[in-house]
């Protein structure tokens, strides 16, 4: 079980398109994965996915964490995940983009040597997921009709729309969303902490006619009670993604009565074991989950699926990062549905089920312990 090598790349992820939403635009994913190899040559493989203007952190940044972190674990036992872990939070405050690739790698290996794919390690059961499909802040209307279109041409039966443009001009492009994909699909609007109270009150308010299934952080990370009082005032959902990093933090927006819905993301709160205790938090306070992603490869799409096909509370799928990606340099792993572009399909195999083909990868080496 003793870690021999631990193995560092740093791998940028172009985008087919630039993608916008409230806090900026962007046109690749600046992402690191991280192999961990024990005795034996059993590996995992783990991916983070730094977003600076939501997370704060960038990928020179996890990388430099990565390295030191890297180079004490050779000789550790990598089954002590809850230790090791540990270990890395008295080391760094946050850097949870860099915890989740080593997290995830670490539960890799976990399950390859128990010979179960981990959603069954975990306790869970296969049952059909279904992730929705974002669109990004466009400038027309006309521009975000044709990304409807698409949605519904490629089978997806939820859409995800960002907004937090100013004044009222989301309220046109969510009513042509609607028009496109009809009543039987579902909305869901998501503004990334652009409105204050009153905007978003109003918004909502002229939104409400639309069937939207919730609203996803309409205010700043910090104003707790203000999504509390939200969710008084209107009858759209509120969901919460950006407040709630870890379990601190989930504990904070349960008792404060602030969410209906907590968006759980695996580099948001470092990885799969504290998605876990996250999740089990809102469960026990009737608070329903949703898996969520930033710019991840299928690698960490694959984590976060697993995760999800877990634990039953976990409703709301948003895995769809790596539609946009030029470049898919993973093997096996999730796996979207030719025949309805909203159904995930997750591997039997043992671990993750997931690999990276290093081929497709080459000269990205950062370091090697």
Same mark, same amino acid.
């Given at each position: 079980?003793?870690?021999?090598?631990?193995? !560092?790349?740093?791998?940028?992820?172009?985008?087919?398109?630039?993608?916008?939403?409230?806090?900026?635009?962007?046109? #690749?994913?600046?992402?690191?994965?991280? &192999?961990?190899?024990?005795?034996? @040559?059993?590996?995992?493989?783990?991916?983070?996915?730094?977003?600076?203007?939501?997370? @704060?952190?960038?990928?020179?940044?996890?990388?430099?964490?990565?390295?030191? /972190? #890297?180079?004490?674990?050779?000789?550790?036992? %990598?089954?002590? !995940?809850?230790?090791?872990?540990?270990?890395?939070?008295?080391?760094?405050?946050?850097?949870?983009?860099?915890?989740? #690739?080593?997290?995830?790698?670490?539960?890799?290996?976990?399950?390859?040597?128990?010979? *179960?794919?981990?959603?069954?390690?975990?306790?869970?059961?296969?049952?059909?997921?279904?992730?929705?499909?974002?669109?990004?802040?466009?400038?027309?209307?006309?521009?975000?009709?044709?990304?409807? =279109?698409?949605?519904? =041409?490629?089978?997806?039966?939820?859409?995800?729309? +960002?907004?937090?443009?100013?004044?009222?001009?989301?309220?046109?492009?969510? =009513?042509?969303?609607? +028009?496109?994909?009809?009543?039987?699909?579902?909305?869901?609007?998501?503004?990334?902490?652009?409105?204050?109270?009153?905007?978003?009150?109003?918004?909502?308010?002229?939104?409400?006619? =639309?069937?939207?299934?919730?609203?996803?952080?309409?205010?700043?990370?910090?104003?707790?009670?203000?999504?509390?009082?939200?969710?008084?005032?209107?009858?759209?959902?509120?969901?919460?993604?950006?407040?709630? /990093?870890?379990?601190?933090?989930?504990?904070?927006?349960?008792?404060?009565?602030?969410?209906?819905?907590?968006?759980?993301?695996? @580099? +948001?709160?470092?990885? !799969?074991?504290? %998605?876990?205790? !996250?999740?089990?938090?809102?469960?026990?306070?009737?608070?329903?989950?949703?898996?969520?992603?930033?710019?991840?490869?299928?690698?960490?799409?694959?984590?976060?699926?697993?995760?999800? *096909?877990?634990?039953?509370?976990?409703?709301?799928?948003?895995?769809?990062?790596?539609?946009?990606?030029?470049?898919?340099?993973? &093997?096996?792993?999730?796996?979207?549905?030719?025949?309805?572009? @909203?159904?995930?399909?997750?591997?039997?195999?043992?671990?993750?089920? %997931?690999?990276?083909?290093?081929?497709?990868?080459?000269?990205?080496?950062? %370091?090697?312990?």
């Amino acid at each position: 079980m003793r870690i021999e090598r631990v193995a !560092i790349f740093a791998v940028d992820i172009p985008f087919t398109h630039q993608v916008a939403i409230s806090k900026g635009a962007r046109s #690749a994913a600046s992402n690191i994965f991280v &192999k961990i190899e024990i005795q034996g @040559g059993v590996y995992g493989w783990g991916e983070g996915s730094p977003y600076p203007s939501l997370t @704060g952190e960038t990928q020179a940044g996890c990388l430099a964490a990565a390295r030191t /972190f #890297a180079s004490s674990l050779i000789g550790r036992d %990598a089954t002590e !995940i809850d230790a090791l872990l540990n270990e890395f939070q008295q080391m760094f405050r946050g850097h949870a983009s860099t915890r989740c #690739a080593f997290d995830i790698a670490l539960y890799d290996i976990l399950g390859k040597l128990a010979q *179960m794919p981990l959603f069954r390690l975990f306790g869970g059961q296969r049952r059909e997921l279904r992730t929705d499909y974002t669109i990004g802040i466009l400038s027309s209307v006309e521009e975000t009709t044709a990304e409807a =279109q698409l949605a519904v =041409q490629q089978g997806f039966e939820t859409v995800k729309l +960002k907004t937090g443009r100013k004044g009222f001009e989301d309220v046109s492009h969510v =009513q042509a969303v609607r +028009k496109i994909i009809g009543e039987s699909r579902k909305l869901r609007i998501d503004s990334n902490q652009a409105w204050n109270h009153s905007a978003a009150c109003r918004n909502i308010q002229e939104m409400g006619n =639309q069937d939207l299934e919730f609203c996803e952080q309409p205010l700043p990370y910090w104003d707790v009670e203000g999504h509390a009082q939200l969710r008084r005032q209107l009858t759209v959902p509120i969901a919460l993604d950006e407040s709630v /990093f870890d379990i601190h933090e989930a504990l904070v927006v349960v008792n404060a009565r602030a969410a209906d819905v907590i968006n759980i993301k695996l @580099g +948001k709160c470092g990885g !799969i074991h504290h %998605a876990l205790k !996250i999740e089990t938090i809102a469960s026990a306070s009737n608070v329903i989950c949703m898996v969520g992603c930033f710019g991840e490869t299928r690698l960490g799409l694959t984590a976060a699926a697993h995760f999800a *096909m877990a634990r039953p509370n976990v409703r709301y799928i948003d895995l769809d990062s790596s539609l946009i990606h030029s470049l898919d340099p993973v &093997k096996g792993g999730m796996e979207f549905d030719q025949s309805s572009g @909203g159904i995930l399909h997750l591997p039997d195999a043992p671990g993750l089920g %997931a690999s990276i083909d290093e081929t497709k990868i080459q000269n990205t080496l950062i %370091a090697e312990y």
